[in-house]
């Protein structure tokens, strides 16, 4: 979809609001353009030596023009500002909405903090689609107007319009292209800086070593260069077309003068005609610079659109509705001859897998790195798809798997995952109501977060930084453990759970979430030898395929 065709989607979406700016735009610039014929009249009467009623009635009247027009630009704004709170609100939900929901193969090979970031191009359109949709508006209506008008006056001017209409059409022609071209290589390089600067502070202990920091520098100048030279290119677009509209002043003013004062010497435009003219000139001429200098927001804004077009074009996971009132009483997973292929892998890591688990096992995956246990973990949860195979629930082999419904059920902990900024409580429980202060309890003893929680200055309401950063590497485990137990899931899906803790406090946290009161099924993967002793199933992988399912 191009830049123009995505703009015009958006706005769209808020016709009313565009529809009535521009109505008002129409009045204003109707209003705008009668004033000259105002002052001519009063240039007329003055000219003539009379002074009456009707010279005050044209005072009043062309004062209350100018009174009106800045009541119409009132109501501009307080539309325009409405308009840009709903690009906002629904730019925020759609990054909102999409983020979780987009298919792990659209992520991969690419950071998905970095790709967030491109919701700051909102208020590049925020700001743009206002001066485009008022200045560029009110602009080309003056020009249209003001051509009309002039061509009242003598015909000569209706030569200066198709001139002017010319010039426009030459400056977007050849200049539209290769400036939202460029403006696009810029907005490129702008996010990789933003990027390797996020980057920096992500990192920021390993670049505190001099030597580290000298490489963060030279990365980040030669990026700066990059971003510099499409920067310049693009400047140099804007450049000519303002050097174009500079000449066009020179040429159409000069013209202009010399032929009213021509018309006004041989009696064909009296004085205050030509005053009129004159100022009608000056207001078309003045609205042709504001759309020429208006282009570089409109390359900005259509870069923005497109940027953000990168995140809305991603495709999200199949929607299922789910059903609370009617969830599975337990989950019985069947696993029929899947494969899975990373998007640039030239081999498959899982290969012809098929497998049964019933409710309550307790299943260990292990094998040497490389061996799809993780992947075999993520296909399991729903995390990835398959590229062929099925996943059955429950035996139904004729039903499509409801994703939601089953997410519904499950927890899991992926390896890498952290708390995010928030309450501890907030970190545990996501606020869902279904969850009592009992079993909160419940789960924040059985991970031996108690006495961790009751030296916190705010208990369970004290903020956590992003990616957990104020906790030890095992309390975050212990929360991230507490959040995947606490509405007592059907299954539970661990990649290395409690690598980060010492023995003896990982082996009774093992203890508890495999306890036999516990009916829930664990499927994990894991560093700590603890959790083969209490899995009562172990499977070995190699190569992407199952060598050895053994129940003990």
């Known amino acids: 979809m191009k830049p123009l065709k995505r703009f015009y989607n958006l706005l769209e979406l808020d016709k009313k609001d565009v529809y009535q700016l521009f109505f008002y735009g129409i009045l204003s610039g109707l209003i705008s353009l009668s004033l000259p014929l105002g002052i001519q009249a009063i240039t007329n009467f003055i000219q003539s030596g009379r002074a009456s009623a009707s010279w005050i009635v044209l005072i009043v009247l062309v004062v209350f023009g100018v009174a009106l027009v800045g009541v119409l630009a009132l109501m501009q704004l307080r539309i325009m500002e409405n308009l840009q709170q709903k690009i906002f609100i629904r730019s925020s939900f759609e990054f909102a909405v999409r983020l979780p929901k987009i298919k792990f193969e659209e992520y991969y090979n690419t950071y998905p903090p970095e790709l967030a970031n491109r919701f700051f191009d909102t208020l590049m359109i925020q700001k743009g689609t206002a001066k485009l949709l008022i200045d560029f508006s009110a602009a080309i209506l003056q020009i249209i107007f003001g051509i009309i008008l002039l061509s009242l006056y003598h015909n000569y001017f209706i030569f200066f319009g198709m001139l002017l209409l010319l010039l426009l059409y030459f400056i977007f022609r ?14 490129k390089y702008k996010y990789k800086v933003a990027g390797w600067l996020q980057e920096i502070a992500r990192n920021n202990f390993s670049f505190r070593n001099n030597l580290h920091h000298d490489y963060a520098l030279s990365k980040n100048d030669a990026l700066v260069s990059d971003y510099l030279s499409y920067r310049e290119q693009h400047f140099s677009i804007i450049k000519n077309q303002f050097s174009q509209l500079i000449v066009f002043k020179i040429i159409i003013t000069a013209s ?6 021509y018309l006004v010497l041989s009696q064909q435009m009296n004085i205050g005609q030509f005053v009129a003219a004159e100022i009608i000139i000056l207001l078309v001429i003045n609205s042709v610079e504001k759309i020429v200098i208006g282009l570089e927001t409109l390359y900005d804004v259509l870069t923005s659109v497109e940027k953000i077009g990168l995140i809305t074009d991603m495709k999200l996971e199949e929607e299922f509705p789910v059903d609370y009132d009617n969830c599975y009483t337990s989950i019985a997973l069947e696993v029929e001859k899947i494969n899975f292929k990373f998007p640039d892998s030239k081999t498959k890591t899982l290969n ?12 260990f995956i292990e094998g040497p790195n490389g061996s799809g246990k993780t992947t075999m973990i993520r296909v399991l949860s729903g995390l990835i798809q398959p590229l062929n195979g099925s996943i059955s629930i429950n035996d139904n082999s004729f039903k499509k798997i409801n994703l939601n419904q089953f997410r519904s059920q499950i927890e899991s902990i992926i390896y890498g995952e952290t708390p995010f900024e928030g309450t501890v409580l907030e970190n545990i429980t996501f606020k869902t109501k279904t969850v009592t202060d009992e079993t909160l309890k419940w789960a924040i003893e059985g991970m031996q977060l108690k006495e961790f929680i009751m030296t916190l ?13 104020q906790l030890s590497s095992s309390n975050a485990q212990k929360i991230l453990l507490a959040r995947s ?13 409690t690598d980060h803790m010492d023995d003896p406090i990982a082996n009774q946290i093992i203890d508890f979430i495999t306890a036999k009161e516990h009916n829930w099924t664990i499927i994990v993967s894991s560093k700590n030898p603890y959790w083969k002793t209490k899995c009562s199933r172990h499977i070995t992988m190699q190569k992407g395929e199952i060598i050895l399912d053994q129940k003990i």
Do not use: A, C, W
């Open 174 to 187: 050849f200049s539209y292209n290769p400036g939202l071209e460029t403006s696009m290589k810029e907005s």
């Open 256 to 261: 202009l003068l010399s032929i009213g004062g």
């Open 352 to 363: 012809n897998i098929s497998l049964h688990v019933n409710q309550g096992e307790r299943i």
């Open 457 to 469: 200055p705010k208990g369970l309401e004290t903020p956590l930084f992003p990616e957990g950063k």
């Open 485 to 497: 137990i606490v509405s007592k899931p059907k299954i539970l899906f661990y990649e290395d759970p």
